[in-house]
């Protein structure tokens, strides 16, 4: 250059453009070696020395009067890649992705517009031009406007894979949301979305904290809140990112997705307990009031049967003391049996005991006039049975059966096994209704209400005469041969 301006020659010199540009060419293997610790700073080195060895090059060669505008185009703005290069290089910031985007969207629609301007150009300019070039010019810049939105999807898949390297945040967050559904607790959702993000974004780590929002230096962590629907709630921490680069917008939105799905995630977990503790409170409910129906049950034990049975006990001690004896050890175990806390169910067996002790007392009243039999199988015995449930049908078929009828009566019970469990309390002697104005007892009425508490519509209690003139109370349970006695008290339960 100095050459040529002593020479008087107008600079800048040809043969110096021409020296500078293979110079530089030259120089950029040796960078290799020099920036070897540091892919980033030898990549912008040889960005920046290929950028001005093109400036040279048409400076040197195709600068002149002459020159076609996209030759001129592509000399002088040949440097604002360099300038997009070192703005991401030392000048990041959050929207930085965006602005990438945006600008090369547009550099390629001007482009394109330019481009078509310049392919119909010789239609329009010669001095014979006709609507035809017009007609063509318009025709390319229709199909710009239609081309531009794909233009745009490859800009963008451009600079999201191949210059930010990024994954694809579509399909991580639909892996996501099925990594999490199965999860059944906050802090398993949590570790899951923690352990989904961290890689895609290659941060050394991403972990979750329980904190509100306005946590003292909250601001200053790279994260995002998870918003629940109630307290409390969490915030994703994000650590240091790989290359030192920080999170940009679009980095920023596909966090808020994911600790949108992690909220709701975490809601439905929430929700569902709610109703499962809901539904754990109703059913305790429902037994301690089941529970208290039997403890009614045992405290309306009939006040005169006990008037009834101790008037007897006294007829008996004067005039035979030894069955006063026995009809007193009967009264004792029966009241024993009935006010002692078993539980909401007892076996059949136990029901068959006390029975018996409350049919021998009867039978010391009523004397001759009062027969019993009862038929329940050994093999039954085992069954579980909700406690006192055959009791208060023979009292109540002593009661509105024997008690009213002249001449007594004959009382049975009799327990079979088929699809169901079923246990008959046949009494002769008064008719069914036969003096009912007192009603039929609170024992029946605390019968059935116990059957729907533990079994709803699989057990049922009915009161019918048969042709002879008998009365029968059937009880109808659900039971098999063979199972366990907690088995069957347990599914009662859970019911």
């Known amino acids: 250059h100095l050459r040529a301006a002593v020479a008087g020659v107008l600079p800048p010199s040809p043969a110096g453009l021409a020296l500078l540009t293979v110079g530089l060419v030259a120089a950029m293997p040796a960078l290799v070696p020099l920036t070897r610790q540091s892919a980033g700073t030898r990549a912008l080195w040889m960005a920046a020395l290929a950028i001005v060895a093109v400036s040279a090059l048409h400076l040197g060669r195709f600068h002149g009067a002459q020159e076609s505008w996209p030759v001129e185009l592509v000399g002088h703005h040949a440097s604002l890649v360099l300038a997009f290069a070192i703005l991401y290089q030392d000048y990041r910031f959050a929207l930085a992705d965006l602005f990438l985007k945006q600008a090369l969207a547009l550099l390629v629609l001007v482009a394109l517009a330019f481009g078509s301007f310049a392919v119909v150009e010789p239609l329009i300019t010669t001095p014979t031009r006709g609507p035809l070039g017009v007609a063509a010019l318009l025709g390319l810049w229709i ?25 694809d945040y579509q399909d991580l967050l639909g892996r996501l949301r099925d990594r999490i559904e199965p999860c059944d607790s906050s802090a398993d959702v949590l570790d899951a979305t923690c352990q989904a993000l961290a890689p895609a974004l290659t941060a050394t780590s991403v972990s979750w904290v329980a904190e509100p929002p306005s946590a003292p230096g909250a601001a200053g962590v790279q994260g995002v809140e998870v918003w629940t629907a109630e307290p409390p709630r ?9 290359g030192g680069r920080r999170l940009l917008s679009d980095d920023l939105a596909m966090l808020e997705r994911a600790a949108l799905l992690a909220a709701r995630q975490i809601d439905r977990i929430r929700l569902t307990s709610e109703r499962y503790e809901r539904v754990l409170r109703e059913r305790e409910i429902r037994a301690l009031a089941t529970e208290a129906e039997l403890r009614t049950l045992r405290a309306q034990i009939n006040p005169h049967f006990l008037f009834n049975a101790l008037t007897t006990i006294g007829y008996l001690i004067q005039h035979a003391p030894r069955q006063a004896l026995a009809t007193l050890l009967d009264l004792t175990n029966l009241l024993r049996s009935v006010l002692r806390s078993e539980g909401q169910f007892t076996t059949l067996g136990r029901e068959r005991e006390l029975v018996e002790c409350y049919l021998k007392i009867e039978q010391a009243r009523f004397e001759e006039r009062l027969t019993v039999a009862i038929d329940i199988p050994s093999a039954l015995e085992h069954l579980q049975v909700p406690a006192l449930i055959v009791q208060p049908l023979v009292e109540n078929a002593v009661k509105h059966g024997i008690g009213r009828a002249t001449g007594g009566g004959h009382v049975s019970v009799q327990a079979r096994l088929a699809d169901a469990l079923t246990i008959v309390v046949r009494n002769t002697g008064a008719p069914l209704g036969a003096g009912q104005e007192s009603g039929p007892g609170v024992g029946l009425d605390n019968v059935e209400r116990r059957l729907a508490y533990h079994y709803g519509q699989a057990a049922h209690l009915t009161l019918r005469s048969d042709p002879d003139g008998s009365t029968v109370a059937e009880l109808r349970l659900p039971g098999r041969l063979g199972d366990e006695p907690h088995l069957i008290a347990e599914e009662a339960a859970a019911r």
């Open 143 to 167: 199909a710009t406007a239609l081309l531009f939105p794909a233009c745009r999807r490859l800009i963008v898949w451009f600079v999201d894979r191949v210059v930010l390297h990024r994954a």
């Open 234 to 242: 969490y915030r994703l921490v994000v650590g240091r990112l790989a």
